[in-house]
């Protein structure tokens, strides 16, 4: 059965402090990993699309990178804006979410 | 622009009333999902269309009714639904279905509030 499992499932940081974030996956026949960001209340925000092992991806404070059997959102510097829940997703027959993990960060 | 928009942005309903939901996307896609969300949970496929025919239908009940007009819109119609149905409504749309890698795009979501 295909599964995703975040860790931590909450994480509070003090602005500037940097951290990553889990991701780790068993599907068969990995077609895309994806992480969104979620905002209370609110649709989850696209942010990477990740596919081959070793691939890493970029924007702003945030890095994402892929091994075979797990992902990481690297957080650099973070701001109290970063705060949300961060949703790692794996393309499956459907798309299969883990639970999130949800990020406070402390001025 | 990869944005979907959906309306109402929140919506109050006894369990009585009959509302729809409602889902545009303009990027040309040609898969589009609507899914539940409880707080504090990932969400929950419920449907997916795939070139505009109902290709999952994740056995949702039937109190919820999912149309696909074009493959630009998206709607959920709903009628006789229960307190425990309030959640975020989310819809969302994807480029390739069943081709490669699909990126899924989400809308803003309905608030949907069943008294």
């Known amino acids: 059965e295909d599964q995703v499992t975040q860790s931590p499932e909450a994480l509070r940081l003090q602005e500037g402090e940097s951290s990553s974030l889990n991701c780790s996956y068993t599907v068969s026949g990995l077609r895309g990993l994806f992480w969104y960001r979620q905002d209370p209340g609110k649709g989850p925000e696209f942010l990477f699309t990740l596919y081959s092992a070793g691939e890493e991806k970029e924007k702003e404070r945030l890095k994402a990178t892929l091994t075979k059997k797990e992902s990481f959102l690297h957080i650099t510097a973070p701001k109290p804006e970063d705060s949300a829940t961060y949703l790692c997703a794996v393309q499956a027959a459907p798309l299969v979410f883990g639970k999130g993990t949800r990020l406070s960060v402390i001025a | 622009d990869t944005e979907v928009t959906q309306t109402p942005k929140h919506l109050v309903m006894g369990m009585t009333n009959k509302k729809s939901l409602k889902c545009e996307q303009h990027m040309g896609h040609r898969a589009m999902y609507w899914y539940k969300q409880k707080a504090k949970k990932p969400p929950e496929l419920m449907f997916v269309y795939s070139y505009e025919k109902l290709s999952i239908n994740e056995s949702v009940p039937s109190r919820f009714s999912p149309e696909c007009p074009n493959s630009s819109l998206l709607n959920l119609h709903l009628h006789a639904l229960q307190p425990e149905d309030s959640a975020l409504y989310l819809c969302?749309?994807?480029?390739?279905?069943?081709?490669?890698?699909?990126?899924?795009?989400f809308g803003p979501g309905t608030r949907l509030t069943v008294l």
């Open positions: 969302a749309s994807s480029q390739h279905p069943g081709q490669g890698i699909d990126t899924q795009y």
